[in-house]
């Protein structure tokens, strides 16, 4: 049994650029003398930086849907007449969506590109947002979460990659961070939005992201190493120009691109049990592992339901505690885009699992102690206190790192050849745990706040023992470096 990842020529007349827009930088390519002192032009991170801005709509539409769930719960459920188990299914139904999604994300971005996989993803996100505004009982609501969940899916995966294969290695890190950041800022934007505007309102303005997103696409070039890997020469070093400033010498990483491809294309096909094989093995397991253990730390549990959360913790003001969240989360995301390509990957994965695994201890600690406390205690107001620094400290800890860099390591370590098929398979491993948590998360914090967090806590510790055995160090090295060491 074999999947086909590289193809002859006859392949390559099948696999086109959904949205070829390459006539335009060819042309600016050639002309760029004629452009005289036009320093924006010639600065040559303006152009992966605008691309970066323009596909992070994406990830803001992700967090957007993400962060609904939480402060529409009690509105939602009060208008449609939902139990608590049909509403967790409602938050979890995205995560299903997006094990869809996922499955397919390799394979599209493989056959039409970067840019019309996000195409493809922005469409059904805008369908499922008006099914949920016009909903009038659970069905609508329930396709609309699933359709948006299958775009998710796919942007979950296509963005993190095409900003790793766009970017220079000097700012790779910082870049395939806006990713996480831009997932937190949709986030936000929910939870903020929540507090002020109806649902179903807020089910329209989940729409933007996406209808800004499509125009957008029009204008940035497609990912170089996909054209190389394509064949369209042409094409491939007129993009990569663009992207790394018309007045840039580009011929070192262009021929290595071409090799890194020449090597990898010999074979038309990689069969199944090759995979054994430890150069695509070890890359694929650690993306596995990193990404479920992302999901298994419980993060989206928090997320999604972090409303209820602080009211069991005996806050009044739950919905603004989530914003504070929200924004806190933003904060500490885009100090990990500063640190990421300064202190490395590694290091911060450590100190983000470890301060994890402490913030979720004293959490655990705090709501087990409370079933002790007379209510109206001030030992009681104390431990209700503590249980949200706890939660606000896991979530600052699971942005300095947690939160990014699985999927910047990701899109960074995985073989061009395999690229797609193991990438669908880390993805939908992600989605797949996330499903599991956002489905369980609400019934277990019914069940025992803290024997929830406990396990939640289990899990980080764990995390610090794996990516210290496991996880190498990428900052610093070009995507072909990383790939051929694990040869």
């Known amino acids: ?110 056959y039409i590109g970067r840019k019309g996989s996000l195409m493809i993803a922005a469409i059904p996100n805008v369908i499922g947002w008006l099914a949920i505004s016009f909903a ?151 993306g596995i592992g990193l990404l479920v253990l992302q999901q298994l730390s419980g993060i989206n549990g928090v997320l999604f339901y972090s409303s209820t959360i602080f009211e069991t913790a005996g806050i009044t003001s739950s919905n603004a505690a989530t914003c504070g969240l929200g924004a806190v989360q933003v904060i500490a995301t885009g100090v990990t885009t500063w640190l990421v390509d300064r202190a490395g990957r590694r290091l911060l994965l450590i100190i983000s699992s470890a301060g994890m695994t402490v913030s979720l201890l004293v959490v655990a600690v705090a709501f087990y102690l409370k079933d002790y406390a007379v209510v109206d205690s001030g030992f009681y107001s104390a431990l209700s206190i503590i249980s949200v620094v706890g939660v606000v400290a896991m979530v600052i800890a699971f942005s300095l790192g947690v939160g990014a860099i699985p999927w910047i390591i990701m899109s960074e370590i995985l073989p061009v050849n395999i690229k797609g098929l193991a990438g669908s398979i880390a993805t939908l491993a992600n989605w797949f745990t ?15 706040s803290g024997g929830t967090f406990t396990i939640y806590m289990v899990v980080s510790a764990f995390t610090v023992v794996f990516v210290t055995i496991w996880v190498p160090e990428t900052k610093g090295r070009t995507l072909e470096e990383i790939q051929w060491s694990f040869r």
Request: charged share 15%.
């Open 136 to 286: 009038k009982d659970s069905s609508f609501l329930y396709m609309g979460r699933l359709l948006e969940g299958f775009g998710v899916g796919i942007i979950s995966y296509v963005v993190p990659v095409y900003i790793a294969e766009i970017a220079p290695q000097n700012l790779r890190g910082s870049l395939g961070s806006v990713n996480q950041l831009s997932v937190t800022i949709g986030i936000m934007l929910a939870y903020v939005l929540g507090l002020f505007v109806q649902w179903r309102y807020l089910a329209v303005l989940g729409i933007l992201p996406c209808t800004i997103l499509i125009p957008g696409l029009f204008f940035i070039p497609e990912s170089p190493r996909w054209l190389a890997k394509m064949g369209m020469t042409d094409d491939f070093e007129a993009s990569l120009q663009v992207l790394r400033g018309f007045d840039t010498d580009i011929s070192v990483e262009v021929n290595e691109i071409k090799r890194s491809v020449a090597s990898t294309t010999r074979r038309t096909t990689i069969r199944f049990a090759e995979l054994k094989q430890r150069r695509y093995w070890l890359p694929l397991m650690i």
């Open 1 to 110: 049994m074999s999947f086909r990842e590289d193809s002859g020529e006859e392949g390559r007349d099948l696999r086109k650029p959904f949205l070829h827009t390459g006539s335009w930088y060819r042309m600016g390519s050639r002309q760029s003398s004629m452009m005289g002192s036009s320093q924006v032009m010639r600065d040559s991170s303006i152009s992966v930086v605008a691309c970066v801005l323009i596909v992070a709509l994406g990830p803001i539409q992700f967090g957007f849907t993400s962060g609904y769930s939480s402060p529409t719960q009690s509105a939602i459920t009060a208008d449609l007449g939902l139990s608590v188990s049909e509403y967790s299914l409602f938050g979890s139904l995205s995560n299903v969506g997006a094990m869809v999604g996922a499955i397919a994300s390799g394979q599209i971005s493989e």
């Open 434 to 448: 996330a499903w599991v948590i956002t489905m369980t998360a609400n019934l277990l914090l019914e069940w025992n």
